[in-house]
């Protein structure tokens, strides 16, 4: 059984294996004959088309579409495939309970569109307005969150290079892109405050901003990350996917960002999915944290350097994390709970201990196995920031996704490996 509550807990070792402790129903008598249910046959799933239409700017320019499959019972899959010229639309299949993250690239890689759809739950690509809109800070809007508040879906909010002193509160369906990660800057000023929140927000996109300064002050902020429910902390990018009614369709794409010296880089909380990749995560204290999770999420290709307690916390989380580099925190990966998702293809180098889990239950992965190691990185120059693989660098040319880079050759390992990985 899966973990059905954020606020449950395991309260003995024999409950682990099957999540957090649930009522239990009444047991038959000792003399009770045992009854047998004959097994009914299950029917094939019966596969779910999503039909992506391609922006007429693409249409005849070499575009390119990149498809993460995420699902709790099997590994990420990822396929990225040129488009004839002159495709109006692309079918993706899916089975019921697969979760398609779907973005759209130019010739040049640059990201066009991205949305993340549940087969099953919706399997209709979200609807755009015709006429994007670029939204510009400071020209048109002297302050972000005034630019996203007069976004539509399917709008870019584009904010010029400078350090900025403010919190965002994001809406459905835009992106929010910031002119290169090394030179525009979100700050917090050492507050205890989430610079970005996409809660109850759906397919939006986060891209080159460094995220920094976020301290803590809350309430949980000194305890153990786990120890309480994902709003009792700060973090600089920060998503919850309660709503009254239960779930909110809460998702985005965070990607060629610099989280640093943040008490949480990132925090994901109950159902609020994500991919996560091409992202630095330096000097925080927790590096990506998924808090009471209870769904799927991808965490691949980013650099986590120097994070002193985690680099990635998985929490009742399936996540699939793949093509990372792990370096120098206290604990690499921290678990807890039933939920894991695949661990593959990561280097770790100098960590306290690479894996942890706060129960004692058998390894979530090896090194030495299914493509993770042990290795320096080699990166060019890490003391500068420059997290680029030198020459002869373990990184290059053995990532293990399904798909391939742009030029046809094996994925790289770290921040600038994949489809995503041409970044400043």
Not at 123 to 143: E, F, G, H, N, T
Not at 298 to 325: C, K, M, Y
Not at 384 to 412: K, Y
Request: charged share 15%; aromatic share 8%.
């Amino acid at each position: 059984m899966n973990v059905r509550s954020p606020l449950c807990a395991p309260v003995v070792v024999g409950l682990l294996l099957a999540g957090c402790a649930e009522p239990l129903s009444g047991e038959a008598p000792p003399d009770a004959a045992p009854v047998t249910v004959p097994e009914q046959p299950q029917p094939a799933p019966v596969p779910i088309s999503l039909r992506v239409p391609v922006p007429e700017g693409l249409r005849d320019s070499g575009s390119v579409l990149l498809v993460s499959r995420l699902h709790a019972s099997r590994p990420a899959q990822e396929f990225v495939t040129a488009l004839p010229s002159g495709s109006q639309e692309f079918e993706v299949d899916a089975t019921p309970g697969e979760v398609l993250a779907v973005s759209l690239l130019d010739s040049a890689g640059a990201l066009s569109e991205s949305a993340m759809v549940q087969a099953g739950v919706s399997s209709v690509w979200p609807a755009k307005q015709a006429q994007p809109r670029i939204l510009r800070v400071p020209q048109d809007y002297q302050r972000i969150q005034a630019a996203v508040d007069a976004a539509r879906a399917g709008d870019t909010v584009l904010v010029k290079s400078g350090t900025y002193f403010e919190t965002v509160r994001l809406k459905s369906g835009i992106q929010l892109l910031g002119s290169g990660a090394r030179w525009t800057i979100l700050d917090g000023g050492g507050a205890p405050v989430n610079l970005i929140d996409f809660s109850g927000a759906s397919d939006v996109v986060v891209a080159g901003f460094t995220f920094q300064n976020v301290g803590t002050g809350n309430l949980c902020d000194a305890m153990d990350v786990m120890d309480c429910g994902g709003n009792w902390y700060s973090a600089a990018v920060y998503a919850d996917g309660h709503t009254d009614q239960g779930e909110a369709p809460t998702s985005a794409l965070l990607m060629h960002n610099v989280f640093r010296n943040n008490s949480i880089g990132a925090m994901l909380y109950f159902h609020a999915r994500a991919v996560v990749r091409n992202n630095l995560f330096v000097g925080n204290t927790h590096g990506f944290v998924a808090n009471h999770f209870q769904d799927v999420a991808l965490v691949a290709n980013n650099v986590f350097w120097e994070n002193t307690r985690e680099a990635i916390v998985s929490q009742a989380a399936w996540l699939d994390i793949l093509n990372n580099v792990v370096a120098r925190s206290e604990i690499g990966i921290w678990h807890a709970h039933i939920q894991t998702g695949r661990i593959r293809c990561n280097l770790f180098f100098e960590n306290g201990v690479n894996g942890a889990d706060i129960h004692l239950v058998p390894p979530r992965f090896e090194i030495g196995t299914d493509g993770n190691v042990e290795l320096d990185p080699l990166f060019v120059s890490p003391e500068a920031g420059n997290f680029h693989p030198a020459g002869g660098s373990p990184l290059i040319d053995t990532g293990c996704f399904e798909g391939l880079e742009q030029n046809g050759t094996r994925e790289d390992r770290g921040a600038y490996g994949g489809p995503l990985g041409s970044w400043q």
